[in-house]
C-alpha cells in the first residue's frame, strides 16, 4: 500500500473558485440588484486577494472562473487564474485547481471561498498555526484543517497537506464529510472555530447580519474595481 507524502506547509497554494458575475449570488436578488451584486461580489474577491497577497504564508492565489471580468480582475491583483471546466460541479472544479496548483510546486492547498466579508490575516493565520501545530505533533502525518461555516454544517476553509489527501467535498453537510474522509486518511484533523472566518455571504438574510459600514465598504470597494475596468 502506498503511503502518502508527508505533510509540508512551505509552499501553500490558495484556490478560490468564483462562478460568473451573471450567476453569482443569485440568492441575495431579493435583496440586491443585479448591478449592487456584481459590485458586492468583486469587492469581496479584491478584498479577499488583497489579504491573501499579504499573507506570509501564502505563497501563490489561484482563481478558478470562467468569467473574462473575474479573470481579468484577478490578474491585476496578481492572482493566477486557472480556467474553470466546462463540465462539472464546484468540486470538480476545485479538484481540477487542486491538480494544476500541485503542478506549479505547491505542497499544501487552502481552498478558500470567495464571499467571505471579514476574511482576515488573523483569521487565515488561526488556520496556518492550527496546521503547524499539527505538524509538529503528527511527525509529518497527513494534516486536514477545516474552518466551519458559522451554520456549523458547512465548511469555510479547507487546508490539505499533501494536497490531494482528501477530495473537496463541499455543498450540503461538508463538514461532517470533510470529518469523515480527514479520518479515513488517518490524517492528524484539527477544527478552527473563527466568527470571522465563518461567516458568508450566502442569503439575504446574511446581509441583515452583515455591519452596514461593511457592507458599504464592500459596494463601494467592487464599484471602484468596476470602473477601473472599464477605463481604456
Known amino acids: 500500500m502506498d503511503h502518502p507524502a508527508p505533510a509540508d506547509l512551505s509552499r501553500l497554494h490558495v484556490l478560490v473558485p468564483l462562478r460568473g458575475l451573471a450567476v453569482g449570488k443569485t440568492r441575495l436578488g431579493l435583496a440586491l440588484d443585479a448591478e449592487e451584486r456584481e459590485a458586492l461580489i468583486l469587492?469581496?474577491?479584491v478584498h479577499a486577494l488583497t489579504t491573501l497577497r499579504e499573507w506570509p504564508a501564502c505563497r501563490q492565489v489561484h482563481v478558478i472562473t470562467d468569467d473574462a471580468d473575474i479573470a481579468d480582475v484577478s490578474r491585476r491583483a496578481a492572482a493566477h487564474v486557472i480556467a474553470e471546466p466546462i463540465?462539472?460541479?464546484?468540486?470538480?472544479?476545485?479538484?481540477?485547481g487542486r491538480d494544476a496548483a500541485v503542478a506549479a510546486g505547491a505542497?499544501?492547498?487552502?481552498?478558500?471561498?470567495?464571499d467571505l466579508p471579514l476574511l482576515s490575516r488573523p483569521g487565515l493565520s488561526a488556520v496556518f498555526d492550527a496546521a503547524d501545530?499539527?505538524?509538529?505533533?503528527?511527525?509529518?502525518r497527513p494534516i486536514v484543517v477545516i474552518a466551519p461555516s458559522d451554520?456549523?454544517?458547512?465548511t469555510n476553509a479547507l487546508l490539505l497537506s499533501p494536497p490531494s489527501i482528501i477530495d473537496p467535498m463541499f455543498g450540503e453537510a461538508s463538514l461532517e464529510a470533510h470529518i469523515r474522509a480527514a479520518a479515513q486518511a488517518d490524517a492528524s484533523l484539527q477544527l478552527v472555530v473563527d466568527p470571522a472566518l465563518g461567516f458568508d455571504l450566502d442569503m439575504p438574510d446574511d446581509l441583515e447580519r452583515l455591519d452596514a459600514a461593511r457592507m458599504l465598504e464592500l459596494l463601494d470597494l467592487g464599484s471602484q474595481t468596476v470602473a477601473a475596468a472599464e477605463k481604456p
Open 151 to 154: 451554520a456549523r454544517s458547512g
Open 107 to 114: 505542497s499544501a492547498i487552502l481552498f478558500l471561498p470567495a
Open 87 to 96: 463540465e462539472g460541479d464546484l468540486n470538480a472544479a476545485l479538484r481540477a
Open 43 to 45: 469587492g469581496m474577491l
Open 133 to 140: 501545530a499539527a505538524l509538529a505533533a503528527g511527525s509529518g
